[in-house]
């Protein structure tokens, strides 16, 4: 990842620990842990992942994935809706997490579309 890319995802992340969209503060007990890597281009990337209540929409937790180590979440059982973005792009999917087990997920971005050549001006 060029330094620029880190620059601005060091800043995204920055705002979302500023808004209070940082992981919830669920009570432990009951929960399942949602864990995962985020591929991109035929490697892991660093991306944001973000985790919302799949009947409601309501935001419930973001966390950033490394490239290194993946992400990993300790979620209240339920049905949620995970949306993994980068710069260029994003993916969404729904997965179930159950009280006292491991969801793993592999989330793969698409290649952004290439900008058409001559560029129209």
Known sequence: MNRQKKIM???LVAVVGALGLGVSSASAEGNGTLSGVVNKGGGTVSA???VSDAQTGAFVASTFSSAASGFSL????????VTASDFDTSISTFVSVSSGSTTSLILTLPSPSPLPFPFPF
């Open 48 to 50: 944001l992942v973000v």
């Open 9 to 11: 995802m060091a800043l």
């Open 74 to 81: 300790s979620l209240p059982a339920g049905v949620y809706s």
